[in-house]
């Protein structure tokens, strides 16, 4: 250690104080003082701030050696940020007596920065003006506070960040201290300014029932030491808005465990109520949907159900707990392949939304058609961690689809396939058969006699027959067969391939198949009926490669079936063009006949049995056509019928029959009613009894001189319409017969309501009446029932002799025929007039 070696009486320090700053007496205990003092102490010159002497302590602790030290400045062992405080300080610094300039910074030798309290006392040393300075090395006690500080602050700032407000009180319920939201929730902005205050100092924006309560509640705990847990509460907000507090309270323990106030938390739960209000309505939401909804989570291979709602329960028939954490496969069941579950898996791999249908089984195996929705649910990271699905049950509106579907494609009377279903699969049957080199056959099926009976017996019974009809021919074909309903009483058959059969030929059993479903007696309510049909076929390929061609030839095909009679199956031959052509022909022609005056009328007339003489003239007539010659009516009315040109051909028959009779009857010929038959198209005309009573006004013959022919099939429809026409043709004068008796279906009802003069019994019936009883019996019958409903009897189509005798045996009252005459021109008719005189 050194000691203070350079001693010498010169360097004598005196305190300005006491004795005085001249005094040359050394001090030798002050010396020893000053250098062996604990305290680190040096002497410095105030003008060059030089250090003037250091004690050991001051070496020790600085490092430095008292040389060294006498060669620095008190400068020197301060850092520069120390500078100016220092040239501050030594500017403020008192000329005498002592000074306490606080905490400074100082260097050791090595570097190390000391805190040290700095004290000083003024003094002359050696002459000079200097200054005594002990230096109190502070830096433990310095970092002591510096951690102090900074553990406060770490305090201030952990219960200031703290999402709580924060408080506590003493024992006279004073707060103590608060955190910063505490200090915001009672209105101000800053924790310092709470303490002190009590609950009703501070500005809050609840009142006074509300402080009183809380410190009510403080001062409970304060008193029993029971803390408040959980307390929930609403209070206002300085934004004026209510805020959901839940409170916390807690007794503060002294040093011995004396209670010395109460520690408060208060957390705003404003926002995890709302959340949780949210949520409970959401969940709510969930749970009433009608649709079912799942939420699904990805776990390897599967879709995990996580959430299920209780629709989805309704829906699908099973538990909610049978369903949560398994796969939702199990709704498709084996039913894997669906083009909606493609798009699904495409969705679920791409993580899009995405909506599909799909065909799903409920518990008990039946199926519900889904219209699933998926969405993904996506984290904050917008990785997708869930799914939703929301179920829709659309088996009700799938149902209604397909009904829609089923309606377009099928008859709604019978259910069978309609004309464009048949069509589809006659496509499908013509490229499945030509793939194959398989033949087939297109049957087109009409039942005779239909239309009769449909108005005769009413179209309920007409209806009902047709299912009947339907429903044979359907059990009575193959599955791979098609029955289809064209509309009215036509049926349309599709027969691929028959095994063993390659000879374009049906084979007889499919054929007898069909008879019978068509012709096995039937009884419709009252109505005991036995039909039968015609039936035109074609066979792919021979007839045709097209579903059109062979349409269209099998159509042929039944025309022919029908023309022939009825009760037939035709093939298709290329010959039958030859007929359709000529139907074309005459339909072509028939457009301009009239306005070419190509139509004349033969009459036949007919003889009265009693007297022998002519008592009327049927009007039949005949068309001259130029490059067809004579046409019979068999080769045109019906087709004039089917164009509806029959109205004004008819017209003009009546004009000219009118016209006719009255020329007869001018020229002085016998006076005999000229009879016109009336087609049904005319008769129900709107105008048809006007055009009547217009023809014999325009001709001036007298109504007796004119006799309608109505067919029986005529009269049969809309017989209440008819029955009204009648009455008014009849209230005119005009004579009626039912022409073609016998050959329909008349009610006897309705038979005597009718206002009839003649009944022509067909001549059919005339034919056939002698070569069997039951046919001479018939036209007996007839006589007698035309006789008894006030009529005259017109026996048609009386050939021989024998047929007359009969007939006049039996009471008929007059024949018509080729015994009698031909129908003849006008002229010749005139004629067979004159002759009769
Ligand atoms: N086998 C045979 N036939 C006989 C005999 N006596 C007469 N006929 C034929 O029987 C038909 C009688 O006429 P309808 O039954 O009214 O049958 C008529 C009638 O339904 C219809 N028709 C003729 N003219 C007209 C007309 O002006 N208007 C309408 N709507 N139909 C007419 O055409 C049908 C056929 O007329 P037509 O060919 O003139 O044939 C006539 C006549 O030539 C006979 O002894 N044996």
């Known amino acids: 250690m050194m000691r203070f070696q350079h001693r010498a009486p010169a360097r004598s320090t005196l305190p300005m104080q006491g004795r005085g700053w001249r005094s040359r007496r050394p001090l030798t205990r002050f010396d020893d003082l000053f250098q062996d003092h604990p305290q680190p102490m040096w002497i410095y010159d105030l003008v060059s701030l030089r250090f003037l002497r250091v004690n050991l302590a001051a070496c020790r602790h600085y490092g430095y050696s008292e040389a060294e030290f006498l060669h620095m400045t008190i400068r020197d062992i301060r850092p520069p940020s120390e500078q100016a405080r220092l040239t501050a300080d030594m500017a403020a610094a008192p000329h005498a007596g002592p000074q306490s300039s606080g905490v400074w910074t100082h260097l050791k030798r090595d570097g190390r920065p000391i805190s040290v309290r700095i004290s000083s006392h003024a003094l002359i040393h050696e002459g000079r003006r200097a200054r005594l300075v002990f230096a109190l090395d502070v830096t433990q006690q310095v970092a002591a506070e510096r951690a102090l500080y900074k553990s406060e602050q770490l305090y201030r700032r952990l219960i200031d960040t703290m999402p709580l407000q924060v408080f506590w009180k003493n024992l006279d319920l004073r707060y103590v201290g608060c955190n910063r939201l505490f200090a915001l929730a009672s209105g101000l902005d800053d924790p310092a300014s709470v303490v002190g205050k009590r609950d009703h100092d501070l500005p809050w924006q609840h009142g006074a029932a509300e402080h009183e309560a809380e410190e009510a509640e403080d001062r409970a705990v304060i008193e029993y030491g029971r803390p408040v ?351 359709v052509t000529e139907r074309t022909l005459i339909e072509g022609h028939l457009r301009n006949a009239l306005v070419r005056h190509e139509f004349v009328l033969h009459f036949q007339p007919r003889i009265d049995c009693a007297t022998g003489r002519v008592a009327g003239l049927e009007a039949l007539l005949r068309w001259q056509q130029p490059e067809l010659g004579l046409v019979q009516p068999d080769r045109f009315i019906g087709v004039a019928e089917e164009t509806g040109r029959i109205v004004e051909i008819g017209e003009w028959v009546l004009y000219e029959a009118c016209r006719q009779a009255k020329a007869w009857q001018d020229a002085g010929l016998p006076r005999v009613p000229v009879a016109v038959n009336v087609s049904a198209r005319q008769f129900r005309q709107a105008g048809f009894v006007q055009e009547v009573r217009g023809a014999l006004e325009a001709s001036g013959l007298e109504a007796g001189y004119l006799e309608l022919e109505l067919t029986e099939s005529l009269m049969m429809q809309n017989v209440e319409g008819v029955i009204a026409a009648m009455l008014h043709l009849k209230a005119g004068g005009v004579r009626l017969s039912i022409d073609d008796f016998g050959t329909g279906y008349s009610s006897l009802s309705y038979l005597r309501r009718f206002p009839l003069d003649y009944l022509k019994i067909d001549r059919s019936f005339v034919r056939d009446m002698l070569h069997d009883a039951p046919g001479s019996a018939i036209v007996r019958s007839m006589i007698t029932l035309g006789h008894s409903l006030g009529c005259r009897i017109i026996a048609e189509g009386v050939e021989t002799n024998d047929q007359l005798g009969y007939l006049t045996q039996e009471g008929c009252d007059e024949i018509q025929g080729f015994l009698c005459s031909r129908p003849v021109t006008g002229e010749a008719a005139g004629e067979l007039l004159y002759a009769d005189r």
């Not at 995405?354 to 039946?366: P, S, W």
């Not at 599709?494 to 063993?500: A, H, I, M, R, V």
């Not at 349409?551 to 093939?571: M, P, S, T, V, W």
Request: glycine share 8%.
């Open 229 to 579: 847990r959980g307390r929930e509460q609403t209070l206002t907000a300085p934004d004026g808005r209510p805020r959901r507090h839940l409170v916390n309270k807690l007794p503060l323990h002294g040093r011995h465990g004396e209670i010395v106030g109460l520690l408060g938390m208060v957390e705003d739960i404003t926002a995890s109520r709302a959340a949780g209000e949210t949520l409970r309505l959401q969940s709510r939401a969930l749970d009433a949907s009608v649709n079912a909804i799942l939420i699904t989570r990805r776990a390897g291979d599967d879709d995990v159900i996580e959430y299920a709602n209780p629709a989805f329960a309704r829906i699908s028939g099973y538990e909610l707990a049978e369903v949560i954490g398994t796969d939702c496969r199990f709704l498709q069941g084996d039913d894997r392949e669906q083009e909606g579950m493609l798009a699904l898996r495409e969705a679920l791999r791409t993580e899009r939304e995405v909506t599909v249908e799909l065909r799903n089984y409920r518990k008990d195996g039946t199926l519900f058609w889904n219209q699933l929705h998926v969405a993904p649910v996506l984290d904050a990271g917008g990785a997708t961690t869930h799914w939703v699905g929301v179920i829709n049950d659309i088996t009700a509106a799938k149902r209604y689809q397909q009904e829609l579907e089923h309606q377009s494609t099928h008859d709604a009377l019978t259910g069978l396939p309609n004309r464009n279903l048949f069509q589809d699969r006659l496509e499908q049957a013509i490229a499945y058969a030509a793939r194959y080199g398989h033949q087939m056959w297109v049957v087109v099926l009409d039942l005779d006699n239909f239309k009769l009976i449909n108005d005769t017996l009413g179209h309920a019974v007409g209806d009902n027959l047709l299912q009947t009809v339907s429903g044979r021919l359907r059990a009575a074909l193959r599955d791979s067969d098609t029955v289809a309903r064209l509309g009215g009483d036509e049926f349309i058959l599709l027969l691929p391939d028959q095994p063993g059969q390659n000879d374009g030929t049906l084979s007889p059993r499919t054929v007898q198949a069909v008879l019978d479903a068509v012709s096995a007696p039937m009884r419709l309510g009252a109505h005991d009926l036995a039909l039968t049909c015609s039936m035109g076929v074609s066979v792919y390929p021979r007839d045709g490669d097209t579903a059109a061609s062979l349409f269209k030839h099998a159509d042929i095909a039944l025309y022919r079936a029908k023309d022939g009679g009825r009760n037939q199956l035709q093939f298709y031959t290329s010959e039958m063009n030859a007929r």
